[in-house]
C-alpha cells in the first residue's frame, strides 16, 4: 500500500484549476473546427447563383475541404509528434483564420475554394487536442477530458447548423465566414495564453515520400466516394480513381513498412487495439452522418409528400441542437464508465445505443418532438462512443505517437461519414416519388438510409467486441500506486517518494496504459552501452531544459526483456512534492534524457506498453550528470487448465515451462488439483509453452502473449499407451533378454531387459507402428501399431540357431 504525504490546498486547486481551464480552451477550438464544416450547409444550394458558376464547381466548396481535411490530419498529428502538438495546434488555427477570411472575401468560385481548403487543413486541432491532454493532464482528469474533446466534433456539428441558418437569414453570407475567422481568433489567442507545449517528442524527419503518397492515394479515394454520384459510379474517372487509390494506398504502405520514420508507423496500427479501434471508427463515422442526413431533409420536406413535416432549416437545425448538448453531457458520464469497466465497454453500449435510435427513428417519423427524442437518442450514443475512442488508441500507443495515432483515427471516422454521405446518396436518388413534376427522396428510401445506419452502429459493436479487454482505468491507477509504494520505502512507512511516483506513474501510464503493480528493476550506470554513447547522450540532454529552466542532465537506456533497448518508453522525472520536473521518449538505442534543476533527491518513473512501469529514486549532485539505466519487466501473464483427453479430467501435478524464441526457460510451473497453472511477469511476444505429466504424452505448443493482462489457454494432453508382452524361448519364459523398441522412422525408443518371468513393458508411447527386438537367442523382430489404446500380450517366440 502507497501512502501519500497530502498537497497543499492551494497547489491542489491551482493545478485542478489550470487543467480545467486547458481542457475548456481545447475543446472550445474543437467546436470551433467543427462549426467552420457545417457554417456553409444552408447557402449550398444558392452557391451557383453567388459565385455565378455551375452548381457542379460550386459543389467543390464542401468537397475540398473534405479532401483537404483527409490529408492534412494524419500530418498535423505526425509533424505534432515531431515538433510540438501545440505548434501544430495553433498552425492549423492560424490556417483556419486565413481560410475564413479568403473566403469571407470572395465573391467568386476559386478563392471560395481556395478559403475552403485552408479551413480543411484546420482538421487536425481535435486529435491534436486529445495528444497535449494526454501530455498534460493529471490521470483522474484525462478520460473525461479526452471525451469531451472528442465529443466536441459533434457538438459543433449539432450547434453549427442552426448558427448558420440564422445567420444566412439575418445577415449577408459572407458573415459566415466572418463568424468563423472570428471564433477562430479567438480560439488562436486561447490556446497561445493558456495551453502549454508538451515535451514529448519523437525526433527524427518528415517522411515526405509517405506524405505525398498517402495524400494521393486519399485524394483519390475521398474523390471517388464524393463524386461517384455526380460523375456516375461505372464511369471511366469513378472507376480510375479507385484503381489508382488501390495501386497508390499498396505501395504508400509498402513504403511505410521499409523506411525507418514513417509517417504512420503501420505496425503499431496493426495491433489488435488500434486496428478494431479504427475499423469501428470507419462505421460509426457512417452511422452517425446518416443521421445528419436524413434528419433535417425529413423535416424540411413539404407535408404533401405525406412524410415531410415542412419546417424552415432554422427549425430543422434546432431540432438538431439538442443532440449536441447531450453529447457534452454524456462525454463525463462516458469516461466515468471508461474508468469503471474500460472503454471497450463504453464503445460496445454507445454503438448499440445508436442502432437503437435508428429503430426508433424507422417507427416514429411524424412529430417534431419524435425527431428531438431520436436525435439526442443518437447524439448519446455517439457521446460514448466518441469519448471510448481517444481511450483506446491512447492506451495502445506510446506517448510520442499519440497525435499521428489519434490523428489516424479521426481519419477513419472522415472516411465513414464520406462513405455515409455517397451511400445515403445513391439510395435517396434511387428511391423517388413525385412531387407534381418534382422527383424527391421517397420515404422508403429514408428508412433504407436509417436501417442502413442503424446496421453501421450494430457493425461497429461487432468489431468492438474483437478489441481485446484491457484493465479500467480505476485499476491501472491502483496499480500504478502500488507500484510507487514499493519503490519508495519498506511496507508500513509514509514515504514522500511513494506520494510523488503514485501520481506521476498514473500520469504516463495514462489510464489503461499501466496493467500492473509491480516495479521492475533499476540499473546502476555502467551497466549497458559504451562509455562513448553515454557521453553521446549525457551531452544531448546538458542543457535539457525542466520547468525550472537549465538543470543537471539525467540519463541512461530504458531495457527491456533480456536486455534489449526499448523504444518509445516514456520516461518521467518528478520532485518528491510529485511536480513533474521534465519528460522524454527513449529513441531506437533505449536512450532516455531529462534534466533536473538542482541537486537533491528525484523520483524517476519509466513506463512502455506491455510492461509493468518502475518508480526508482535517483539522488543529483551538483558536479556531474547522472547515468541511471532502467529495467522493465512485463505486465502479461500465461494462465491455462491442462486436460486430458481422452477423460476430460484435470491433469494435476503436470511441469508447465515457457521458453523464448531461442529456447531459453523463461519460467516454469505445476499444475495444481484442478489442472490449472499461472505464469507471471512474461513479455509480450511469441514463445513456445511445454507441458509434460507422468501418463501422458508431452506437449508443446507456441503461444502468442498479449500486450497486456493474462492470455488464457486450455491444454489437452493424450495418455501414452503402452506395449507389453513376454519374450519365451523354448516355449519358457526367457529372463535377460535385450527388448529393443524402435519407431517408423528408425529410431530406437527405448530398450529394457526381461525380468525371470520373461516380461517387457514398453509404456508413454505415442500413436503409429513400432518394431519390437528381441535378442538374446538369434534376434527376433515383430512389427506392432499402436493406434490409441494398450497393447497387451506382444509376446515373442525366440528360438536357438537352426531350430
Not at 1 to 29: K, N, Y
Not at 506 to 527: C, D, H, K, L, Q
Not at 679 to 688: A, E, M, N, R, S
Request: one cysteine or more.
Amino acid at each position: 500500500m502507497s501512502h501519500a504525504l497530502p498537497r497543499p490546498a492551494d497547489d491542489t486547486e491551482t493545478a485542478a484549476s489550470r487543467a480545467g481551464v486547458i481542457v475548456a480552451v481545447l475543446a472550445f477550438g474543437g467546436i470551433v473546427v467543427s462549426l467552420m464544416q457545417t457554417l456553409v450547409i444552408p447557402i449550398v444550394p444558392e452557391l451557383p447563383k453567388l459565385l455565378n458558376a455551375p452548381a457542379s464547381d460550386t459543389a467543390w466548396a464542401v468537397t475540398a475541404t473534405l479532401l483537404a481535411a483527409a490529408v492534412a490530419v494524419p500530418m498535423m498529428g505526425r509533424l505534432g509528434d515531431m515538433y510540438g502538438k501545440r505548434r501544430m495546434l495553433l498552425l492549423s488555427l492560424v490556417l483556419l483564420v486565413a481560410g475564413s477570411v479568403t473566403a469571407a472575401l470572395s465573391d467568386s468560385l476559386t478563392p471560395m475554394i481556395v478559403g475552403r481548403v485552408l479551413q480543411g487543413t484546420a482538421g487536425g486541432v481535435i486529435p491534436l487536442g486529445i495528444s497535449i491532454m494526454r501530455d498534460e493532464l493529471p490521470a483522474e482528469r484525462l478520460g473525461s477530458a479526452t471525451a469531451m474533446m472528442s465529443a466536441s466534433l459533434g457538438v459543433g456539428a449539432a450547434l453549427g447548423l442552426p448558427a448558420a441558418a440564422l445567420i444566412a437569414d439575418n445577415f449577408d453570407w459572407h458573415m459566415l465566414f466572418w463568424s468563423s475567422a472570428a471564433m477562430g481568433v479567438v480560439a488562436l489567442l486561447l490556446v497561445l495564453l493558456l495551453v502549454p507545449e508538451s515535451k514529448v517528442r519523437t525526433g527524427g524527419r518528415f517522411d515526405l515520400v509517405g506524405g505525398i503518397g498517402m495524400a494521393a492515394g486519399l485524394v483519390c479515394l475521398l474523390l471517388a466516394i464524393s463524386k461517384g454520384g455526380d460523375w456516375g459510379w461505372g464511369s471511366g474517372t469513378i472507376l480510375g480513381l479507385f484503381a489508382a487509390a488501390v495501386v497508390v494506398l499498396l505501395v504508400w504502405g509498402w513504403w511505410e513498412l521499409r523506411t525507418e520514420q514513417p509517417l504512420v508507423d503501420l505496425r503499431t496500427t496493426a495491433r489488435r487495439q488500434v486496428l478494431f479501434t479504427n475499423l469501428a471508427s470507419i462505421a460509426l463515422g457512417f452511422g452517425m452522418f446518416a443521421m445528419s442526413l436524413v434528419l433535417p431533409q425529413l423535416l424540411q420536406l413539404p407535408e404533401a409528400t405525406g412524410y415531410g413535416l415542412g419546417k424552415s432549416l432554422l427549425t430543422a437545425g434546432l431540432v438538431m441542437a439538442p443532440s449536441g448538448l447531450v453529447m457534452m453531457v454524456i462525454a463525463p458520464v462516458s469516461a466515468a464508465l471508461s474508468k469503471a469497466k474500460g472503454p471497450k465497454v463504453s464503445l460496445m453500449l454507445g454503438s448499440l445505443i445508436v442502432a437503437a435510435g435508428y429503430g426508433l427513428q424507422i417507427l416514429l417519423m411524424t412529430e417534431v418532438w419524435q425527431f428531438v427524442l431520436v436525435s439526442c437518442v443518437i447524439g448519446s450514443g455517439i457521446g460514448f462512443t466518441y469519448g471510448a475512442m481517444p481511450a483506446l488508441i491512447m492506451g495502445a500507443v506510446p506517448p510520442s505517437q499519440s497525435g499521428a495515432a489519434n490523428s489516424l483515427n479521426t481519419l477513419m471516422r472522415s472516411i465513414g461519414t464520406s462513405t455515409a454521405s455517397a451511400v445515403a446518396g445513391v439510395i435517396l436518388a434511387q428511391m423517388t416519388t413525385d412531387l407534381g413534376s418534382v422527383a424527391l427522396p421517397s420515404e422508403n428510401g429514408f428508412k433504407t438510409v436509417l436501417a442502413i445506419g442503424g446496421g453501421a452502429a450494430l457493425l461497429a459493436f461487432v468489431i468492438a467486441g474483437f478489441i481485446p479487454r484491457r484493465q479500467p482505468a480505476e485499476a491501472a491507477g491502483s496499480a500504478a500506486g502500488s507500484a510507487a509504494g514499493s519503490a519508495g520505502g519498506s511496507a508500513g512507512a509514509p514515504s514522500p517518494v511513494a506520494a510523488a511516483a503514485s501520481g506521476a506513474m498514473a500520469a504516463v501510464a495514462t489510464g489503461e496504459a499501466a496493467a500492473s503493480g509491480r516495479t521492475g528493476f533499476g540499473v546502476p550506470s555502467g551497466s549497458g552501452g559504451t562509455t562513448s554513447e553515454r557521453a553521446a547522450v549525457s551531452a544531448s540532454v546538458a542543457t535539457a531544459e525542466g520547468d525550472e529552466g537549465v538543470g543537471i542532465a539525467v540519463s541512461g537506456r530504458v531495457l527491456g526483456a533480456e536486455r534489449v533497448p526499448m523504444a518509445g518508453a516514456a520516461v518521467t522525472l518528478i520532485s518528491l512534492g510529485g511536480k513533474q520536473l521534465g519528460r522524454s521518449v527513449s529513441g531506437g538505442d533505449g536512450s532516455y534524457g531529462v534534466a533536473a534543476p538542482a541537486a537533491g533527491s528525484y523520483v524517476l518513473i519509466a513506463s512502455a506498453d506491455g510492461y509493468q512501469p518502475q518508480a526508482s529514486t535517483i539522488v543529483v549532485a551538483d558536479d556531474a550528470p547522472v547515468t541511471y539505466d532502467v529495467l522493465l519487466s512485463g505486465t502479461s501473464g500465461l494462465a491455462g487448465v491442462v486436460l486430458s483427453a481422452d477423460s476430460g479430467a484435470s491433469v494435476s501435478d503436470a511441469v508447465v515451462i515457457v521458453t523464448d524464441v531461442r529456447g531459453e526457460v523463461l519460467a516454469t510451473g505445476r499444475t495444481d488439483v484442478l489442472g490449472e497453472f499461472t505464469i507471471t511477469d512474461l513479455v509480450p511476444g511469441t514463445v513456445t509453452l511445454a507441458v509434460n505429466s507422468p501418463k501422458h504424452r508431452p506437449l508443446a505448443l507456441q503461444v502468442e502473449i498479449g500486450g497486456v493482462g493474462v492470455t488464457r489457454v486450455e491444454i489437452e494432453l493424450r495418455p501414452g499407451v503402452h506395449v507389453r508382452g513376454t519374450v519365451r524361448g523354448s516355449g519358457a519364459p526367457l529372463g535377460d533378454a535385450l527388448v529393443t523398441l524402435v519407431d517408423a522412422a528408425g529410431n530406437v525408443v527405448a530398450t529394457t531387459t526381461t525380468g525371470l518371468d520373461g516380461a517387457y513393458a514398453f509404456s508413454d508411447l505415442d500413436g503409429g507402428a513400432y518394431t519390437v527386438i528381441a535378442t538374446g537367442y538369434p534376434p527376433r523382430a515383430a512389427g506392432v501399431t499402436v493406434s490409441g489404446g494398450d497393447v497387451d500380450d506382444h509376446d515373442i517366440e525366440l528360438a536357438h540357431g537352426g531350430e
